[in-house]
C-alpha cells in the first residue's frame, strides 16, 4: 500500500483565506518531502521541499510543516488566488538517493470567489 | 515542464498492440522516472535509472518495459501485457533530490 496519504480529497476555500492541505506519511526513514501542484491535464510543478532535519520551512506565500512525531506534513497557501485551484500532492523520497518518490493520492483545492 | 519533452501529447493504442512514449532532456540530469497516473490518483513508479545503460522496477513494473541507451533518453514501453494501459503517463528527472516533471502523454486503449 502506499506510505503516504491520509487526506481531504477536496477542499474549498474563499479567495483571500488561508488553505492548510494535510498529509500523514507511514516510513519513519523518510528524509526528504516535497509538495506538488498540478493542473489538469499538465505535470506536476514543484512547489517547495523540506528535509527531515527541519520543521518547517517557507517559500513565497506558502508554508510546509513537519511534525515527525506524529509523520504528519502539512502545506499552508495564504491568501490564496484564484491560481491556486489544482490537486496538491505531498511525496517523499523513497529510500534516499535517487530512487524515486512516494505520493499520496492528493487533495484538491477549490477556490470560491 | 523545463528542459524535459514527452511525445506525444496523446496517443490511441489498439489492444494486444505495443506502444512507445518517449521522454527526452536537456538538464543534463543522471537520474530518470516513470509514473502512472489514474484518474484521481496519485502517482506511482514504474521504472528508474539512475544512469545510463541501468534501470530499476519501481512498484508496477509489470506489462512495462524500458531502455536507457543515453543520459537524454529514457524511453517507455508500454506492451500488451500490462492488462488495464489507459492512464497519464509522467516521466521526471532529478538533480539529487527535486524531482521535474515532463508535460506528460495520455495513453488511450481503445
Known amino acids: 500500500g502506499e506510505s503516504v496519504g491520509l487526506h481531504l480529497p477536496t477542499l474549498s476555500v474563499q479567495e483571500g483565506d488561508n488553505s492548510i492541505i494535510n498529509c500523514a506519511y507511514s516510513n519513519s526513514a523518510s528524509d526528504y518531502f516535497i509538495w506538488y501542484k498540478q493542473e489538469s491535464g499538465k505535470g506536476p510543478q514543484f512547489i517547495i521541499d523540506?528535509?527531515?532535519?527541519?520543521d518547517k520551512r517557507q517559500g513565497q506565500r506558502v508554508t510546509v510543516l513537519l511534525n515527525k512525531t506524529v509523520k504528519h506534513l502539512s502545506l499552508q497557501i495564504a491568501a490564496t488566488q484564484p491560481g491556486d485551484s489544482a490537486v496538491y500532492f505531498c511525496?517523499?523520497?523513497?529510500?534516499?538517493?535517487?530512487?524515486?518518490?512516494?505520493f499520496g493520492k492528493g487533495t484538491h483545492l477549490i477556490i470560491q470567489p | 515542464d523545463g528542459g524535459i519533452t514527452q511525445s506525444p501529447k496523446y496517443l490511441f493504442r489498439k489492444e494486444g498492440q505495443n506502444v512507445t512514449l518517449s521522454c527526452e532532456q536537456n538538464l543534463n540530469h543522471d537520474a530518470m522516472y516513470w509514473y502512472r497516473q489514474d484518474p484521481g490518483q496519485g502517482l506511482r513508479l514504474i521504472y528508474y535509472s539512475q544512469i545510463v545503460n541501468d534501470f530499476q522496477k519501481g512498484d508496477i513494473a509489470e506489462g512495462y518495459s524500458v531502455s536507457r541507451e543515453k543520459k537524454e533518453s529514457f524511453p517507455l514501453t508500454v506492451t500488451s501485457a500490462q492488462k488495464n494501459p489507459t492512464a497519464f503517463y509522467l516521466c521526471?528527472?532529478?538533480?539529487?533530490?527535486?524531482?521535474?516533471f515532463g508535460p506528460g502523454t495520455r495513453l488511450t486503449v481503445l
Open positions: 523540506i528535509r527531515s532535519n527541519m
Open positions: 521526471a528527472t532529478s538533480d539529487i533530490d527535486e524531482q521535474f
Open positions: 511525496a517523499e523520497n523513497r529510500g534516499g538517493g535517487a530512487d524515486g518518490l512516494t
